[in-house]
């Protein structure tokens, strides 16, 4: 496998709500929001904001940040668990609103785990195809504030959208190596259909993350002979601060080594990992050279896995 | 020490509660434990059991009380 990170855009709608914007319509505190998944704010996408249209503008923002033109990009994966239709999708429509031609447009209807899934797929593809334009894109509050509300969907959610390149060459971050996983003995555990509410058996989603996000991110480091501690920064899913914290302490990692920004978008779902990618390696420039990031999400399905990658 | 005994101990070293549990009580209803305590519990029983819990079994009901706890590990026997 040969493929490098060129790069990362993302989307974030401008309407902002914060704890104090739910706290009396839940019946709770904005503490108990906070001290619960370490959001304090998170993003609504507009009545006119749709998911394409977030999926159209990550994917040209990370473009623009890639310097890669729209004829380079020989394939499109779109990751959405809020997608509005069935069937298409909108991975064909956002490769027509970005003026990607022919190239092949992939739906990857995964919700939380679907970029993380995208990127290990691209880094696969990318010998036939090229570049390989990689997005996650959410619209998850009409589904978080669907009523009757529940208080551990409705505090969560937020909306936004992620996009990576992935290309067979450089420059960029290395692929080195994916490792993806599934198990459809918890598929009713978290689930949401096109009618109805978003079900969520919380504990069992937490207590399978917990056990299955730290296996697999050390699965993937020990087959390459890599320490967690020689990681410079680990990219999650960006689910719940808590679970999030509590990954860095089974790896034995400092919880600063997880970058972090679910204080300000809540949980993306797809979107989450990209758009924390996309905000470290604009601050970062991207992994220093030799030095390994590791990314990892899990989500409804079961679907979990990591990835790593090198400068 | 028996079976009971040792999970009550893990429960109260967990939960940082010294009052133990009624053995049919929920550990989540009853505040001893929340959902990001209960993968610390698993992993101290399999760790004082000296086995291998499948993560198929790591569900909310087979974990939700010390009874349940038992039962499970009777069945692992």
Known sequence: MTAYLRGFGSYLPARRAGNADLSARLGVSEDWIRDVSGIEERRYAGPEETVVSMAVAAGRDCLEKCRVGPADIGMVIVSSGSFERRFPGPAATVARELGLGAAAALDLPLASAGSLFGLAIAARMVEAHGCVLVIGSEKMSPVALSEPLDRGVAILFGDGAGAAVVSGTGPGARVVDALVQSDGAFAEDLRLGFEGALEMNGRSVIMQATRKIPRVIQDLLDRNQLPAAAVEVFLMHQANQNLIDRVARALNVAESRFYTNIRRYGNTSSASMLIAAEEWWAAAGGPSTGQSVCFAAFGAGFHWGALLAEG | ?77
Do not use: H, W
Request: aromatic fraction near 8%; proline fraction near 5%; charged fraction near 30%.
């Open chain 2, 1 to 77: 020490m028996n079976r009971i005994d040792t999970i009550t101990q893990i429960v109260k070293e967990i939960s940082g509660n010294d009052a133990a549990p009624d053995a049919g009580e929920s550990l989540f209803e009853s505040g001893y434990l929340d959902s990001f305590a209960l993968p610390d519990m698993v992993s101290a029983i399999e760790k004082a059991f000296q086995i291998r819990i499948p993560d198929g079994d790591v569900t909310p009901r087979k974990f939700d009380s010390i009874e349940r706890i038992a039962a499970y590990l009777e069945s692992r026997a």
